[in-house]
């Protein structure tokens, strides 16, 4: 049987099973974000200290962009805007708007086999940068070896406007450097100074390569929405409903600790246009990622 347990005072949302092989923590005034998650018995996501949230924005979501925004500036439909700027060091908007906000609880079920919990944040005043208003729900269903993640954002306003969305988990392995990352692609994103996107480039199909001391900061475009990450003691398969589907891959200074950020665009998709798509007024737009472990 499956637990939901709410924390008011930290407002947390602590998932178990009775079997403690599934057991997940989400902390509703950090953006919702997942941040423990074990699956099979295995401690897949964990706290990073001492990293710190506002540092990592571990398992965040991302929303209405991911990644950067170069300089904080972008135009659109002839007019400039600007976004704050949250990433003082390069000068860039980094990772949305919503990896900080206080998300409500709209839903929850817990079942014999599954537990599920939805939860929402509206957005009520336009903003400079982004002068729009915008409802965003997401969704969790837990099982003892998968993870179903659903996103949808409803455009609120009366104008259209730009986006891309992203999720940022960092992954545990007990041997990072034998572990893998798996994926179709042929096509990488040029990232240039400040982490700015500058091209793309072609390069040598990729099946699979070995994480090793590798000190990534990469993103891949991807031509299906499969990736696999490969530990010593588990396979972690990655889906995506999309179409247009990239990853970002991020060591941080953390042993045996890697970012697998699933995400529809690229830094500074709102000048390059790489992924970026159009939310009409009073439409909604939905993604799902699904996790799925096999135990070895």
């Known amino acids: 049987m499956y637990t939901i347990k709410h924390d008011e005072a930290l407002n947390t949302l602590e998932i178990q099973d009775s079997e403690k092989s599934l057991y997940g923590k989400i902390h509703l ?12 018995g295995n401690p897949i996501i964990q706290d990073l200290s001492p990293l710190t949230y506002d540092s990592t924005y571990a398992s965040s979501i991302l929303f209405p962009f991911a990644n950067r ?17 949250n990433q003082k060091e390069e000068n860039n908007a980094l990772h949305g708007l919503v990896y900080n906000k206080s998300f409500n609880i709209v839903k929850q079920e817990a079942q014999q086999d599954s537990a599920s919990i939805v939860l929402e944040y509206v957005e009520d ?9 915008y409802s965003i729900q997401v969704t969790y269903i837990f099982k003892a070896d998968a993870l179903h993640m659903e996103l949808s954002v409803k455009n ?28 179709d692609c042929n096509k990488k994103i040029v990232i240039g100074e400040r982490n700015i996107t500058t091209g793309v480039e072609d390069i040598k199909p990729i099946k699979a ?16 929405d499969k990736i696999v990450f490969s530990t010593p003691s588990y396979d972690l398969t990655f889906g995506s409903s999309d179409n247009n589907n990239f990853v970002q891959a991020y060591t941080p200074p953390r042993l045996n600790t890697i970012a ?27 993604i799902i990622w699904d996790l799925s472990i096999t135990n070895k």
């Open 29 to 40: 005034n950090a953006g919702a974000s997942l941040q423990e998650l074990t699956l099979n």
């Open 69 to 85: 925004i170069k300089d904080g500036a972008y135009e659109f439909k002839g007019k400039a805007y600007q976004f704050e700027i």
């Open 125 to 133: 005043k336009a903003s400079t940068g982004f002068p729009y208003t």
């Open 260 to 286: 697998i950020e699933p995400t529809t665009g690229v830094s500074d998709s709102f000048n390059n246009n790489i992924g970026l798509q159009i939310l009409k007024a009073n439409d909604t737009y939905k």
């Open 156 to 183: 609120t306003s009366s104008n259209d406007f730009p986006f891309t969305l992203g999720w940022h988990p960092y992954f545990i392995s007990d041997n990072l450097h034998n572990s893998t990352l798996s994926f």
């Open 209 to 224: 390569f070995k994480i090793e001391d590798q000190q990534l900061d990469d993103c891949w475009i991807l031509n299906s």
